[in-house]
């Protein structure tokens, strides 16, 4: 079945610094969704691609898609103590018939003020 | 924005009870909804996923007698684990999303997640 790789699992730096997390599929995908959930809390929708290649941008948040759709990236640029959480990948194979997003295992970020 | 409802948020049963946990969509018809559970600091892992008026499609190794899942109406799911033990002690979420099973697309908005002890 379809798998999601995610790297790295954790990741400190220090406030300021960049972060990025990369997210691989074993399989081709129709469109890659981007969740960030915040520790207690739950998984909170960011931002979702479609189109290969595509990059979009949230403020300090930068996403990519692969040219192959089968890859992935997050990149926090000069990173503040509230961006501190789990980041989760999630890709839906772009199979016939397929709906279900299959998760990576996310990048725990902590942030060292 | 989209607001799903999960109740409760903690439940600490004995071993050998039933707990039933619910999953609300308030503002959107929630065509499909799935069931996770999440161990501490582990990925969400998909139990399964259901759509309203269907059976429920279960993820390999997980049991469909043990883990009742009904989709009774387009804004409610409900999660029931039967005969509980102390390994089904976890963090239970559920998600739902306005896609059709054959959709694609659309985000999934998460309930805050179900703390089960099972004593």
């Known amino acids: 079945g379809q798998q999601v790789m995610q790297i790295p699992q954790y990741q400190h730096v220090q406030e300021g610094e960049d972060f990025t997390t990369y997210c691989n599929s074993s399989?081709?995908?129709?469109?890659i969704q981007w969740y960030k959930q915040r520790p207690g809390g739950h998984p909170v929708f960011l931002i979702q691609?479609?189109?290969?290649?595509e990059v979009k941008k949230q403020k300090r948040l930068t996403f990519q898609f692969g040219e192959a759709k089968k890859n992935s990236s997050l990149h926090i640029t000069a990173t503040q103590t509230t961006d501190v959480g789990t980041y989760f990948c999630?890709?839906?194979?772009?199979?016939?018939?397929?709906?279900?997003?299959?998760f990576g295992k996310g990048t725990k970020l902590s942030v060292i003020p | 924005g989209a607001v799903v409802s999960q109740h409760p948020s903690r439940v600490i049963c004995k071993s050998g009870t039933s707990v039933k946990i619910e999953c609300r969509s308030l503002?959107?018809?929630?065509?499909?909804m799935f069931w996770y559970r999440q161990f501490p600091k582990q990925s969400l892992m998909l139990m399964a996923t259901s759509n309203e008026g269907s059976k429920a499609t279960y993820e390999q190794g997980v049991e469909k007698d043990k883990f009742l899942i009904n989709h009774a109406s387009l804004t409610l799911s409900t999660l029931t684990v039967t005969s509980a033990h102390p390994e089904d002690s976890s963090f239970y979420i559920c998600s739902a999303t306005g896609d059709a099973i054959l959709g694609g697309g659309s985000p999934l908005h998460f309930g805050n997640g179900t703390r089960l002890t099972v004593t």
């Open positions: 503002d959107f018809q929630a065509t499909t």
């Open positions: 399989t081709t995908l129709s469109n």
């Open positions: 999630a890709g839906r194979d772009s199979g016939a018939g397929s709906y279900q997003l299959t």
């Open positions: 691609l479609v189109k290969s290649g």
